[in-house]
């Protein structure tokens, strides 16, 4: 049975304990959820103590460290670490990276990064076998003292770990700040919570840990449902109960024969031309065009169906309208904005930008309420391309423009076309245009029924000539109209028989000049001549 040991127990025991190896590592593997393969494992310190059992860390560390032991006791646990990774070389033994805790305490001992690689290069374990997980809190005893360790450890090449993510409070800033490699977070401050609050800031964390290109290791999972949801986010590293609890060195050394590995690879790759950290900085350029160039310009991903924006920079803000904020957008459901036929439009455009990693461009419409305003709709361009993606999920880049002014005013004049249409059926009017430049001709819908026009009649007027529309003995009076018009005569107007039956019409021509007097079309017009006419 174990039994607690005290504070002054654990004191006066730490020697000796460290001496016999009674301080030891137990492994926890790490599993590619998606591929069942080991990817690395974390080493935990027991302390198995001859009277009294096994003791665990959250009782002996804190005493550790508040006695300034942790840092041997850390250093042995690195030692240990090294010669299991020195046997299975030597073994040819498979070996997969594994990770040592750094107290917060190690930090304040200048030589701690000094010290663990003397003792790697003492076993000669290569040092993409070991990484150092350092913990969020280490920041609160300064940025420039962590960044100086975490400089320290690159420089000798070493991969390191941000334990405990998401339990500090300023997590995302250090983040930020702090060049990790790998991101863990652990499920645990979650509570199980993860499709509620929890998930909505673990949603949100491994997105935000995708623009720097991070892997994710999600701790402490203890249930099929809790990796598949972080798998859904796009988070596949596991390493919790689900899978292992710590085991031995002897179990472990029996996993690594038995389950096949991999390396941990980058949740998003980022297309080559885009820097994500520079994303991030606030002062790059990236930043600065993203937010004052480009126009209205968002972020979202993409993945089966659903859609998240991620940012969205003033501009955008300003583009959509409706007097919403940066927020407002953030938090609503983009494709709620939509109705069927519309939401239709943008996920096929989605779709298509997916397949053709180019650009893609489509004009929706959006109904927004919003309290001041009620309901309005708007009608936007979107122009969207894949920017990176993780499996299938997509990283989009979006730029908007806001055409509902530009499409009213197509509705309207589709309008007042219309209304020309209907009034030209009702007054028994042909009318077209000739265009001077082209000597093309458009006629109405109605000339296009009767007369059997295309919608352009090309070399105009010879083609009616041809065909009998006009009769022969007018054409070159016809012709010559053509010329006038060209010239710059303003009006034209005579009656001619047209078609073989030579019926009788009065066929008008009005200028019109472009804005530097030039001939620019001439609209003709042909009507009946009734009887009383004459
Ligand atoms: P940690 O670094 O966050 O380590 C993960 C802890 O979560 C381990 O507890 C592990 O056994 C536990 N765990 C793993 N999967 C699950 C799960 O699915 N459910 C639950 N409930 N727990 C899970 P452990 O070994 O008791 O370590 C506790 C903490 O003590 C560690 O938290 C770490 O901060 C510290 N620690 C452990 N070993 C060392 C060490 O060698 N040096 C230093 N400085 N600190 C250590
Ligand atoms: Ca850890």
């Not at 654990?10 to 593997?29: M, R, S, T």
């Not at 820097?275 to 209205?296: H, R």
């Not at 990176?388 to 509902?404: E, K, P, R, S």
Request: hydrophobic fraction near 35%; charged fraction near 25%.
């Amino acid at each position: 049975m174990d039994k607690r040991m005290s504070e002054q127990e654990l004191i006066d025991a730490f020697d000796k304990a460290l001496e016999n190896n009674d301080i030891h590592p137990v492994y926890q593997p790490q599993i590619n959820h998606s591929t069942g393969r080991m990817v690395g494992a974390e080493a935990l310190m027991r302390w198995k103590d001859y009277n009294n059992g096994m003791q665990y860390p959250s009782d002996f560390i804190p005493v550790l460290e508040n006695n300034d032991l942790i840092y041997r006791a850390d250093l042995h646990l690195f030692e240990e670490v090294c010669k299991l990774q020195r046997e299975c070389i030597d073994d040819q033994i498979p070996v997969v990276p594994v990770s040592v805790n750094m107290s917060r305490h190690d930090i304040y001992q200048k030589d701690y990064v000094d010290a663990i690689e003397g003792i790697r290069k003492k076993y000669d374990v290569p040092v993409k076998y070991l990484r150092v997980e350092i913990t969020e809190s280490s920041a609160i005893g300064g940025m420039e003292l962590i960044s100086g360790v975490l400089d320290k450890l690159h420089e000798y090449g070493y991969t390191v770990e941000m334990d405990d993510f998401g339990s500090g409070y300023s997590s995302l800033n250090v983040l930020k700040d702090l060049n990790v490699d790998i991101i863990k977070l652990d499920m645990r401050f979650l509570s199980g919570n993860i499709g509620g609050r929890g998930g909505t800031i673990l949603g949100s964390i491994v997105q935000m840990t995708k623009w720097l290109e991070t892997p994710v290791i999600a701790e402490g999972v203890e249930t099929m449902a809790q990796a598949d949801y972080m798998k859904s986010l796009g988070c596949n590293y596991i390493q919790g109960y689900l899978y292992f609890k710590p085991i031995t060195k002897d179990q472990f050394i029996e996993k690594l024969k038995q389950l096949e590995h991999e390396p941990m690879t980058p949740p998003l790759s980022l297309i080559s031309t885009m820097n994500a950290d520079k994303f991030w900085d606030p002062s790059s350029l990236e930043t600065l065009i993203f937010s004052n160039f480009v126009g209205g310009a968002a972020i979202f991903s993409y993945q089966m169906g659903k859609m998240d924006i991620m940012r969205v920079n003033p501009k955008y803000v300003k583009e959509l309208g409706m007097n919403s904020t940066e927020k407002d957008i953030l938090k609503t459901d983009p494709l709620t904005v939509f109705d069927e036929h519309n939401k239709k439009i943008y996920l096929d455009t989605i779709k298509k930008a997916i397949v053709s990693y180019d650009e893609e461009t489509c004009e929706t419409w959006r109904t927004f309420y919003s309290d001041c305003c009620g309901e309005d709709k708007v009608c936007i361009r979107t122009h969207m391309r894949v920017i990176g993606n993780a499996g299938n999920q997509y990283l989009f880049y979006a730029m908007i423009n806001n055409i509902t002014k530009e499409k009213r005013q197509f509705a309207d004049l589709a309008e007042s076309e219309k209304i020309f249409r209907t009034a030209s059926e009702h007054a028994n009017i042909y009318a077209w245009e000739y265009i001077i430049a082209t000597k093309e001709m458009r006629p109405c819908f109605r000339c296009m029924r009767d007369l059997s026009l295309p919608p352009v009649v090309k070399n105009y007027p010879e083609p009616v000539i041809e065909n009998g529309l006009f009769p022969p003995d007018y054409a070159d009076m016809y012709r010559g109209w053509m010329k006038q018009l060209e010239e710059g005569v303003p009006y034209l107007e005579a009656v001619i028989p047209l078609t073989v039956g030579r019926v009788p019409f009065r066929v008008r021509y009005t200028l019109e000049y472009d804005e530097n007097g030039k001939p620019l079309k001439a609209y003709g017009s042909a009507t009946l001549v009734v009887q009383e006419d004459e």
